[in-house]
């Protein structure tokens, strides 16, 4: 029997099977939005700053804390949580729609929109939400405020035949490694 909170290994499967895919979609579109939004913010507004990479620092790092802050919390079971992670999504936005109609009006402040709204969606998507529940319900079973979880229940579904989500990320992760090893040995 797992301690009180704490899911099985079975369960821990379906429970990543199940939501993986769309946090981690939500998290990948959060970073790329808010990076390629700090380089529009730079390239638009910050251009004939002197100390502008002061600014721009000082940018990034604040949404990086707000998004590694938030992220940490919603997955502890914060409902605020994805209240420090949306400025993420939203400030790209914001900063594209400002530039409408200037000179710096191009493709690439159509895909920072696309990106944040894509990202404002999922994250507003009904697996993310019932995600973001039931991270809610494990930390209040860990609390000792619910019941725990019977071992041989199953709320987000039976546990999945392939792991395919996990060998993917596996695949991925050594792929990156690889590259990262490549680039050390090269120079």
Same mark, same amino acid.
């Given at each position: 029997?797992?301690?009180?909170?704490?899911?099985?290994?079975?369960?821990?499967?379906?429970?990543?099977?199940?939501?993986?895919?769309?946090?981690?979609?939500?998290?990948?579109?959060?970073?790329?939005?808010?990076?390629?939004?700090?380089?529009?913010?730079?390239?638009?507004?910050?251009?004939?700053?002197?100390?502008?990479?002061?600014?721009?620092?000082?940018?990034?790092?604040?949404?990086?804390?707000?998004?590694?802050?938030?992220?940490?919390?919603?997955?502890?079971?914060?409902?605020?949580?994805?209240?420090?992670?949306?400025?993420?999504?939203?400030?790209?936005?914001?900063?594209?729609?400002?530039?409408?109609?200037?000179?710096?009006?191009? @493709?690439?402040?159509?895909?920072?929109?696309?990106?944040?709204?894509?990202?404002?969606?999922?994250?507003?998507?009904?697996?993310?939400?019932?995600?973001?529940?039931?991270?809610?319900?494990?930390?209040?079973?860990?609390?000792?405020?619910? @019941?725990?979880?019977?071992?041989?229940?199953?709320?987000?579904?039976?546990?999945?035949?392939?792991?395919?989500?996990?060998?993917?990320?596996?695949?991925?992760?050594?792929?990156?490694?690889?590259?990262?090893?490549?680039?050390?040995?090269?120079?």
């Amino acid at each position: 029997m797992p301690p009180t909170g704490r899911l099985t290994p079975d369960q821990h499967e379906a429970f990543m099977t199940r939501y993986a895919p769309t946090f981690a979609l939500g998290t990948l579109l959060c970073m790329v939005a808010a990076g390629s939004g700090i380089g529009l913010w730079d390239s638009s507004y910050l251009h004939n700053l002197p100390d502008r990479g002061a600014y721009l620092l000082t940018g990034a790092l604040t949404l990086l804390m707000l998004f590694c802050a938030g992220q940490f919390a919603m997955i502890r079971g914060f409902r605020w949580g994805l209240w420090l992670v949306s400025p993420c999504l939203v400030g790209p936005a914001l900063t594209a729609i400002s530039v409408f109609g200037t000179r710096h009006a191009g @493709p690439l402040q159509y895909v920072i929109l696309t990106l944040s709204l894509l990202g404002l969606l999922v994250v507003n998507s009904k697996r993310h939400r019932a995600m973001r529940q039931r991270l809610v319900e494990l930390r209040l079973q860990r609390a000792g405020v619910l @019941p725990p979880s019977r071992v041989d229940d199953y709320p987000d579904g039976p546990p999945p035949k392939k792991p395919w989500f996990s060998i993917a990320v596996l695949v991925l992760g050594v792929v990156v490694l690889i590259g990262k090893v490549y680039l050390l040995v090269a120079r």
